[in-house]
């Protein structure tokens, strides 16, 4: 297993350095967008108007955390279902989104995109929200402040772990585990 | 006849739902320690997460995940207990109201599925009640989220049904869940009853303890064996390849109609959330 220190924002050669399977510790600012910011940005795209962040070489976590506590940076945060997003995926990589975290399978076009447009897809351990929050050391509210968990904070993480499932050379790290044949059902 | 006050359902259900969110039960904890004895690579080091994160959220009282679910409440309450100073879902859902900010849990709940507005406490809980005997008031409370609760199915069998059929049913519902499930998982099954019965005896099997058999020698032994089959996939860790997909399969049955053979599937992820109080 390689482990691999890598910051962001996430240049053309970091992409290329990265092969499913690889261990990595993220370092840098991420952005959190679920559910609702999706849609939201998605139409933004549509409409042709301004991003609440820059999408060249960002990397964005899907995340809802718990509120922080009282001198907390942030509340729990472990990563959320990454195919619920899918749908709106493509066309972030093809604005220069280069990194996504989150947990499971990705669709067939999104991995078509990872590929096409250059991109990486890391898995975050589900559940290991606690553990995950000790990494980040700074968030922003920066938009859609009215969708509470799901608005997008900008987050400075140091050493944030993460696995490498799909890489820009096509391959699926969830494909080469156990199961995966069963998986398909 | 035994009062119990709404203001001590209250309470203790706040008290139970925070615990339930940032306190690991011990046979989970213990499981995943027993899990990374058997693992090596990714999937040890996941395990290893899994501990320092239950670790970290008892010590900081802080969310095990952020996702800290819908609140499913089973109550079981006996026909000579009187509830005082007000409602009994009334005052669960108090309990989980107070929790869910007092607690710093994250409010997760929409107040219609398809117009979705957050109602910002966390409630409605869900709740089933059973009078039975007695004087006792239990409430049993699952923080459950939707990670694993979206992987979960049901299926009516012909009542002609091979074991071996249903057997693949429930292997595929681990295996199709993936990552997602957030596996090492509890599979909870429940097999009769009908359509919406089989599904709360599923949940219901979630309470159990890890290494507990169903009292019934052929479903203890039928657990055995699918808890070993679905460990054989290799799905593993967060669906990333290893030994342990499940730390354990728990079956509870109930009697069905002649034409009837339906059987839920409810998956549990490594952060199963129960706890238990009697009145």
Known sequence: ?????????????????????????????????????????????????????????????????????????????????SSRMDSFTPILLEKGLKGMIGKGKRSPDVIKAIKKYKAVYFAATGGAAALLAKTVKDSDLIAFFELGTEAIYKLEVKDFPAIVINDMYGNDLYEKVGGSKLWKI | MHNVDVKTISYEVRRSCIEANCVIRPDILNAMKKAKSIETGLANSILEELIQNSIIAQKEMMPICQDTGVTCVFVEMGDNVHITGGNLNDAINEGVRQAYKDGFLRKSIVEDPLFRKNTRDNTPAIIHTDIVKGTDLKIMIMPKGAGSENMSRIKNFSPNATTESIEDFIIETVITGGANACPPLIVGVGIGGNMDYAMVLAKKAFFREIGSKNKKPPYAELEKVLLDKINKTGLGPQGLGGKTTAFAVHIETHPCHIASLPVAVNLSCHVTRTRTINL
């Open chain 1, 1 to 81: 297993m390689k482990t691999i220190k890598i910051t962001t924002p996430i240049t053309k050669e970091t992409v290329k350095s990265l092969k499913a399977g690889d261990r990595v510790f993220i370092s840098g600012t991420i952005y959190t967008a679920r559910d609702t910011a999706h849609k939201r940005i998605f139409e933004l795209i549509a409409n042709k108007e301004k991003l609440p962040f820059e999408l060249e070489g960002a990397v964005i976590y899907y995340v809802g955390p718990s509120p922080a506590k009282p001198g907390q940076v942030i509340g729990s945060a472990g990563p959320t279902t």
